[in-house]
């Protein structure tokens, strides 16, 4: 086998699409393209599927001359060529799907991915879907006896003028209002009032129809990243202080106001509580390759709260997932060598399975 063709997929239609852009292009700038014939497909926030031409003569040219952020546009490409059929040359494509939020992380791309039976980075099509959805992550966990914070999940077939007020009531003010499919915080309001609680239920719904209402929860923000296939495992956790009131979109990708502190101040005993608990929602929610863990640690209380999971977590050098691994002795490029061995695995554990 002679270089692995590696399709860096990247853009997509969601909130997260400018995030995914600048994620591409550190990757192209860290691959070994000795070991990878890389093709860069952009995705357009209209869906439409381009090849990466002024990517690829940027990457020809040495990694200095890639931007800090890649063009999602150019020449159009079909799905079929991008996902060629390999037997007809000594190589094996795998992508590695950049992407972040809805149609792109919870499990449509990946299902496109199983029907063109090829390699693919990341969470199979179950698991990236459920992850995504914060409601249904919760029941998963919930089910199985994963510690969560107070939270209300309703559609917005549900919302009444008294819903607000009831949530108010249920779960304290202030409380967090969020798309149940959506990360980055994007949509996400702290809500200090009922009628605060209502317009951040109005500004959630204009990105999915499901809603998840959370309690406030005074404690750490711990973060511990998963990697691995049939035997995951956990690196150090990490703690955000966030520089806003609290982790939001701003504070990750604007402001860069948070502070990440790596290995988080934990006893080693929280320490190592908290990584096998990592692994053991990775493993609920049948999470593959990649994922981030976020938890609420409230000391004193109630202990490790399990928040939410991140299928393609931020995954740029300086991203916490990445910082997470180097910090675990794993180089950014060796992260994304062994994402890419992971997929191979898989891929040929799912060709004995379903085999005819």
Known sequence: MSRIHLVVLYGGQSAEHDVSCVTAAHVLA?????????TPIGISTAGEWSLGTAAQAALAAGTDALPGRLDPHGAPVSVDLVLADQRATDEVTVVLPLLHGPL??????????????????????????LAMDKAMAKQVLSANGIAQGRYRAFRESDVTPGLPGELAAELGLPCFVKPANMGSSVGVAKAHSVEAVRDAIGAALTYDEWVVVE?????????????GGLRPEASVAGEIVPGEEFYSYD?????DGAQLLIPAPLSSEDADTVRAL?????????????ARID?????????????????MPGFTPISMYPKLWQASGLSYP??????????LERHARRRRNTAH
Do not use: H, M, P, W
């Not at 504070?251 to 402001?255: E, F, I, L, P, S």
């Open 30 to 38: 860290a691959v070994d393209t000795t070991r990878y014939r890389v």
């Open 278 to 290: 990592a692994v053991r929602v990775f493993e609920l929610l049948r999470c593959d390759g990649l």
């Open 334 to 343: 060796a992260l994304i060598d062994r994402l890419v061995e992971l997929a």
């Open 104 to 129: 792109g992380e919870d499990g449509t791309v990946q299902g496109v991915f199983e029907l063109a039976d090829v390699a693919y980075a990341g969470s199979g099509v179950l698991g990236s879907a």
């Open 215 to 227: 309690e406030t929860i005074t404690g750490r923000e711990i973060e511990v990243a998963v990697l």
């Open 295 to 311: 938890f609420f640690y409230e000391e004193g209380g109630r202990g490790f709260l399990c928040n939410e999971v991140n299928t």
């Open 251 to 255: 504070d990750k990708y604007v402001t």
